[in-house]
């Protein structure tokens, strides 16, 4: 959960959501949508890497891993197909506080 350096980042495509991994420090869940074409990005403010995806309205769970050692931080992102979009965070770390209600409308930063 490092703000800085390199990141191993895991991206699965499923059906439906395992339970969390339970070296899992941070755990979100949000809607997202792939466009038409299949291409997003997926990176920090200073680089991103293309991939592709299936088109269509996913649930992205958003995983930062403990780390273990040397492996470095890792995250792993799972777009899951055929679970109900939704907000939730489903696990939280001591530097992570959630009251009330989440703010769940945001405009797209423009292309």
Known sequence: ??????????????????????NAARAVEVPFEVPADGAIEIGSIGETVPIALPTGSFLLRCEFLRSTGDDGERVQLTFAKKDAP???????????????ELLTTAEPAPG
């Open 86 to 100: 939704r907000f939730s965070v489903v696990r939280a770390d001591p530097d992570l506080t959630v009251r009330g």
């Open 1 to 22: 959960m490092s703000d800085a350096g390199p990141h191993l980042v895991d991206i699965d495509v499923v059906d439906r959501l395992s339970p969390v991994h339970p």
